[in-house]
């Protein structure tokens, strides 16, 4: 077993290849790794020169790179697919919660910046390789963006072998099979497909002595008030799976196997795991 850990899209990501060493896995394994570091280039809301950046500064981009095109269109349409639950244009307020600058620097404990409302719900426009924002529309692509590279460097890397991509519990396998701790005393085999989870149990924060975390609610533009901790899905890819996870944790019931974790601890399994 191959297996390769660097830092990438604000978390660890871990690469596992079921083949044995040489110049082959070698190769699919930097690969994958040059992967992540590229799309994060495009697509990180952190870096003042990606694609990103240009389009939430500028509100328009031409030219722009067919990941980043590709990306935007996967978000818009899972916007529609869940009724609004899933957002990209979560930006400000996410920036407003307090989550101007990547988690490893942010203050876990401030006063919270002066601000007015925050608006969710933008225009959106895509044209062949133009994107084109609304006015005052900023895109947050962190969640479905990780889950877009996971699921390229799976692809990447499976031309070596068996794989597994874990880019900080967001995961997606080609080929074997792959235990998958989900919470305590729970674990699924995945042999194919992806994993996402979100919650509010590990990226918080305090404003003003109120907690905040990175998963927002669109239709009230703040920090999500919700019953859960977490919930974990199993999905087709990665991208989709962080979709489905996000609108899951808002009360969404998605069709596909799930992970519910109350505040309280408790575990619930749905969409057909017993």
């Not at 590709?70 to 639950?85: D, I, M």
């Not at 919270?112 to 608006?119: I, N, Q």
């Not at 996971?150 to 074997?176: I, Q, S, T, W």
Request: glycine share 14%; aromatic share 4%.
């Amino acid at each position: 077993m191959q297996r390769r850990v660097f830092p990438a899209m604000g978390t660890d990501v871990e690469l596992l290849l079921d083949a044995p060493a040489g110049e082959r896995a070698t190769r699919a394994l930097e690969r994958a790794g040059e992967e992540f570091e590229r799309l994060e280039q495009l697509m990180s809301r952190f870096r003042a020169g990606s694609e990103l950046s240009r389009l939430n500064r500028d509100g328009r981009i031409e030219r722009a790179s067919h990941d980043l095109v590709r990306v935007v269109e996967l978000a818009l349409e899972a916007r529609e697919a869940t009724g609004g639950l899933f957002d990209p244009t979560v930006h400000d307020a996410v920036v407003a919660a307090g989550y101007d600058r990547p988690f490893a620097v942010l203050p876990r404990d401030a006063a919270a910046a002066a601000g007015s409302d925050v608006r969710c719900g933008g225009d959106v426009y895509v044209d062949g390789l133009t994107i084109e924002l609304g006015p005052g529309t900023r895109l947050d692509l962190g969640g479905i963006g990780k889950g877009y590279a996971v699921d390229r460097a799976a692809e990447l890397l499976a031309v070596a072998g068996p794989c597994l991509v874990n880019a900080g519990g967001d995961l997606a396998v080609r080929g074997g099979a792959w235990p998958v701790g989900v919470c305590e005393g729970l674990t699924l085999e995945l042999t194919r497909g992806a994993i996402a989870t979100s919650g509010r149990d590990r990226r918080r924060w305090r404003r003003s002595g109120v907690d905040m975390h990175h998963l927002i609610d669109p239709f009230t533009g703040r920090p999500a008030e919700s019953g859960l901790l977490r919930v974990t899905v199993v999905a087709g890819s990665a991208a989709e799976a962080e979709v489905l996870a996000k609108a899951a944790f808002l009360g969404a019931e998605p069709d596909v196997p799930r992970v519910l974790v109350s505040a309280g601890g408790r575990t619930v399994l749905a969409g057909g795991l017993a």
